[in-house]
């Protein structure tokens, strides 16, 4: 069996690292800084084998130049949408590819997921999603280049996904979500109860993912504006309208 264990970078992301007992190979996801990499590599004696890649943005993309120097065959794996933007990619690949990786006898799917960018996917095998900054735990990505439909319709297919599907994002903003999900969905007590969970493993310095589906489902207001009570509550007829005022409202939230 793989082990995931998350590298923390810059302020609150995680590049997630993904190694097998026994084996000196390592893979990474969006390793926006590489020297955290190297000294998780250096500590745990592994060699870098590959890295996938989310989207473009310079926090998921600014170690790979150095990492492939230092690795010169390492597979880097990402999103053909953004290949004029992330020019250090060695394969491209699009919705519905698969993605071997005998070493780790894994084979991942891809989930093309545009809404934070254009290029956006995300790695799927069962039960591991890696799904950088489109869903986070309470919380997804921000608009920056598609529309909240486009989000809405990319987080449809992650909810099809099973409720033990085991969400790898790639920051830590799970507390600052919490405080708007308990304001905008302030009678559901099942957030009330995981954001205490949440603060207290924090206040330990131990990060809160990954998450399940089937937490999500319970407490993340933006995969919960399918639920009539909450359109209700926020006088909206769709789910798509519920997302598309709550996601405006996230971006205006001050806590
Ligand atoms: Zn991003």
Redesign the pocket.
Same mark, same amino acid.
């Given at each position: 069996m793989s082990q995931i264990t998350p590298i923390p970078a810059f302020e609150d992301n995680y590049i997630w690292a993904l190694c097998q007992p026994g084996h000196s190979h390592c893979m990474v996801v969006d390793p926006g800084d590489a020297e955290p990499v190297l000294q998780f590599l250096a500590q745990q004696q592994k060699q870098l084998h590959s890295i996938l890649v989310t @989207?473009h @943005?310079a926090d998921?993309t600014g170690g790979i130049a150095k990492l492939r120097q230092l690795f010169p065959d390492v597979r880097v794996i990402g999103p053909a949408a953004g290949q004029q933007r992330i020019p250090q990619l060695t394969e491209q690949v699009k919705q519905g590819d698969a993605v071997s990786l005998t070493e780790f006898n894994l084979t991942f799917d891809v989930i093309a997921l545009p809404g934070?960018?254009l290029d956006h996917i995300a790695f799927y095998s069962a039960p591991v999603l890696f799904c950088g900054?489109t869903l986070f735990s309470a919380g997804c990505?921000r608009l920056f280049e598609g529309s909240a439909a486009q989000m809405w319709h990319s987080l449809q297919k992650l909810l099809a996904l099973p409720d033990n599907t085991q969400i790898f994002c790639t920051h830590e903003y799970t507390v600052a979500n919490l405080q708007f999900a308990l304001h905008v969905d302030s009678d559901n007590a099942a957030l009330s109860e995981y954001s205490q969970h949440c603060r207290d493993l924090r206040l330990k310095n131990q990060p809160t993912l990954p998450v399940t589906l089937a937490n999500e489902k319970k407490i993340n207001p933006f995969l919960r504006s399918n639920n009539k009570l909450l359109q209700k509550k926020w006088q909206k007829d769709s789910a798509l309208a519920l997302f598309t005022m709550l996601r405006a409202a996230k971006d205006q939230f001050k806590a």
């Open positions: @989207h @943005h998921h934070h960018t900054d990505g």
